[in-house]
């Protein structure tokens, strides 16, 4: 990296999942629209012709009049090459296919286990997890290899699991999770407060929070706006509105797998005093199986929708055909502020600025203090240059840390699973899942569960596995 005039330029970046087909637009759109950056960015997929494609589109947008930032884009043939003097490495993949995740997600509901994502929590989580570690073990050791002093940011599901293989292979590695599900969060309270006080333009950012728990299960233990306390706003909202929900500008959650009316995060509310910071999707799954997921009629009292794989399925035909369009020129990128903020978090490590953010990283400052310290946490920190440094975030509640410990226990379960290619781990981790003892399943059938699941995404696991299933 260069220094001038208050700019940082040459910045080596590489995108490990470079062949996306929808997160690296965004990257390149915020890229583009940051005036005090410029570099490469060197794209490595396993899917080579993905990484060329999304080259030839992100030299376009960089060469656009109106892209403040300009940065070469350029493909490598190996992880190595993308990451030898890389200054940042952005993980961004797709574990498998969606053929696997389609197992992941449906193959439980023969139990009666529903989930609304199945990239985290549940079985379709854990599943997904043990294609993932190996991937995240080989990224690791090539980033000891090859760019130790480099700053890992990964945006990979499942996260917690994924930054603690980093960790676990790598102990000195610089690395930590991003998520935007804090930002959906502060974003229901900005509405609210619109909407009840009559106040307008609120930067979702101008909502102060303390953040803790674990990814994708996150609470806010204080929010404020402008001095204002704003947990009896919350509290006044719920009460007053709690049967229909809180209902985002513009989006139908009926007619949306993705859209919800917050009815989860109102319930969690009133049952634990904290307000619940991830979207109910993801909320659902980390709590008992006969709760918020107990059958498609549960799912749609609490007005959440559950987000099938044939859904993301036609989602990925649509998204070839727009990589076709941008690659043909016959659509071009449009360059507007996307909301996430991991250019912002670059920014500042390299000396830029300095905020303060949500991230996950392990709990090693213990800056949640009744979690053990090898857990990977989601709290608030501040990023500076060349540091990310965790901010203390307290104590969970006694409840609340009874429902994110049997996640935490899990996390370590299926990593040694994963690592050992221990099926018996596995089966002790899925009877360990609230989602799965919720439903009351016998053992042998969630062993007879595991099984298939394994089976069926038996390509994306390492020899070790072969004897087992």
């Known amino acids: ?71 070469e884009y350029r493909t490598c043939a190996t992880l190595g090459e993308a990451l030898t003097g890389a200054d940042f490495a952005v993980i961004s993949i797709l574990p498998g296919t969606f053929d696997e995740m389609e197992a992941d997600v449906h193959l439980p509901e023969r139990l009666g286990i529903w989930q609304s994502v199945g990239d985290t929590a549940g079985p379709g989580g854990m599943m997904r997890a043990l294609r993932t570690i190996p991937m995240f073990v080989e990224i690791a050791e090539a980033v000891k290899e090859y760019a130790p002093e480099a700053w890992v940011i990964n945006y990979t599901n499942p996260m917690s699991l994924c930054v603690k293989t980093l960790y676990h292979t790598f102990p000195e590695i610089k690395a930590f999770g991003c998520c935007h599900e804090v930002f959906g969060t502060q974003k229901v309270l900005k509405g609210i ?16 929070v303390n953040v803790l728990g674990i990814n994708h299960f996150t609470w806010f233990d204080y929010a404020s706006y402008m001095g204002m306390d704003l947990f009896p706003v919350y509290r006044e909202y719920v009460d007053k509105h709690f049967e229909e929900g809180f209902h985002e500008r513009d989006m139908n959650w009926a007619n949306s797998c993705f859209a919800c009316a917050h009815r989860v995060k109102f319930d969690l509310f009133r049952r634990f005093g904290l307000i619940a910071a991830a979207g109910d999707r993801h909320l659902a799954e980390f709590m008992p199986g006969d709760e918020y997921l107990n059958d498609p009629e549960t799912v749609k009292k609490w007005k959440f929708g559950l987000t099938t ?37 670059i920014k500042a490590l390299c000396g830029l600025t300095r905020m303060v953010s949500n991230v996950n990283i392990p709990n090693s400052a213990l800056q949640i203090a009744n979690l053990p310290a090898d857990a990977v946490v989601e709290t ?18 006694e409840d609340v840390r009874g429902l994110i410990m049997p996640h935490v226990e ?21 009877l360990n899942d609230p989602l799965v003892k919720g439903k009351k399943c016998g053992e042998n059938d969630v062993r007879q569960l595991v099984d298939d699941m394994l089976r069926a995404t038996q390509k994306y696991l390492p020899e070790g596995w072969k004897g087992q299933i």
């Open 1 to 71: 990296m260069k220094y001038k005039d208050k700019t940082v330029q040459d910045v080596q970046i590489a995108y490990i999942g470079g062949g996306s087909r929808g997160w690296a637009w965004t990257f390149m759109t915020d890229l583009a629209l940051e005036p005090d950056m410029s570099g490469t960015i060197r794209l490595y997929d396993i899917d080579r012709e993905a990484a060329e494609a999304n080259e030839v589109i992100g030299n376009a947008v960089s060469a656009r009049e109106d892209a403040k930032g300009k940065w």
């Open 193 to 208: 407060l619109e909407e009840e006080y009559g106040l307008q333009d609120i930067r979702r950012e101008d909502i102060h």
């Open 309 to 345: 794989v044939a859904w993301r399925k036609e989602d990925l035909k649509d998204r070839l055909e727009k990589s076709r369009r941008l690659l043909s020129g016959g659509e071009s990128v449009e360059l507007k502020p996307t909301g996430e903020e991991g250019i912002l978090l």
């Open 380 to 397: 608030n920190a501040v990023f500076e240059r060349d540091a990310v440094r965790p901010l203390y975030a307290g104590k969970l509640p």
């Open 410 to 430: 899990n996390h370590g379960t299926i990593l040694r699973a994963a690592l050992s290619c221990d099926k018996e781990a596995v089966v002790q981790a899925f």
